[in-house]
């Protein structure tokens, strides 16, 4: 099934957030709507950032993804992380991921971006799969963090 991707602005802010609330709780990520809600605020207010985009199947709010610019001399300069990508549970399996995952490449080549990252659990098999198919590569490194201030 095709999707189509439409950038959120400050209107779609309790969308976003009803979606990362959906997308948290199965990933068994802390949500803590103060924290998500500034920061969405944030990344829909300042382009610089990146941009949120809203993921339709036909009419129907599919899920959603954030795409962060990012800079990295290994990477030749400015790139995209996918930071996160959701599709609700209705309308995963049905090939929307894969063309989402194309329009983003499209979006990318667009704003001149030549490389784009992402971040998978482990235990997403589903979802490695998907970003394999499209052309993702697993690296030999693990991302790390710490956090220096809450």
Same mark, same amino acid.
């Given at each position: 099934?095709?999707?189509k991707?439409?950038?959120?602005g400050l @209107?779609?802010l309790?969308?976003?957030?009803t979606?990362?609330q +959906?997308f948290y709780?199965? +990933?068994?990520?802390?949500f $803590?709507?103060? &924290? #998500?809600r500034r $920061?969405?605020?944030?990344?829909?207010? =300042?382009?610089n950032f990146?941009?949120? #985009?809203?993921?339709?199947a036909?009419?129907?709010v $599919?899920?959603?993804?954030?795409?962060? =610019?990012?800079?990295?001399?290994e &990477?030749?300069?400015?790139f995209?992380?996918?930071d996160?990508l959701?599709?609700?549970?209705? &309308?995963?399996?049905?090939g929307?991921?894969?063309?989402a995952m194309e @329009?983003? +490449?499209?979006i990318?080549l667009?704003g001149?971006?030549h490389?784009i990252?992402l971040?998978?659990? @482990?235990?997403n098999v589903?979802? #490695?799969?998907?970003?394999?198919?499209a052309? &993702?590569k $697993?690296?030999?490194?693990d991302l790390?963090?710490?956090?220096? @201030?809450?």
């Amino acid at each position: 099934m095709d999707s189509k991707l439409t950038p959120a602005g400050l @209107k779609d802010l309790e969308l976003v957030v009803t979606l990362m609330q +959906e997308f948290y709780k199965i +990933e068994h990520l802390e949500f $803590a709507p103060h &924290f #998500q809600r500034r $920061a969405v605020k944030e990344i829909l207010g =300042n382009s610089n950032f990146g941009t949120v #985009q809203i993921i339709y199947a036909g009419d129907r709010v $599919a899920g959603y993804v954030v795409m962060t =610019n990012c800079y990295s001399l290994e &990477f030749h300069g400015r790139f995209v992380l996918i930071d996160e990508l959701y599709l609700r549970e209705g &309308f995963r399996g049905r090939g929307i991921a894969g063309s989402a995952m194309e @329009k983003i +490449e499209e979006i990318c080549l667009e704003g001149g971006i030549h490389a784009i990252r992402l971040e998978v659990a @482990k235990t997403n098999v589903r979802a #490695q799969k998907v970003y394999v198919k499209a052309g &993702f590569k $697993a690296e030999e490194r693990d991302l790390m963090t710490k956090w220096i @201030k809450e």
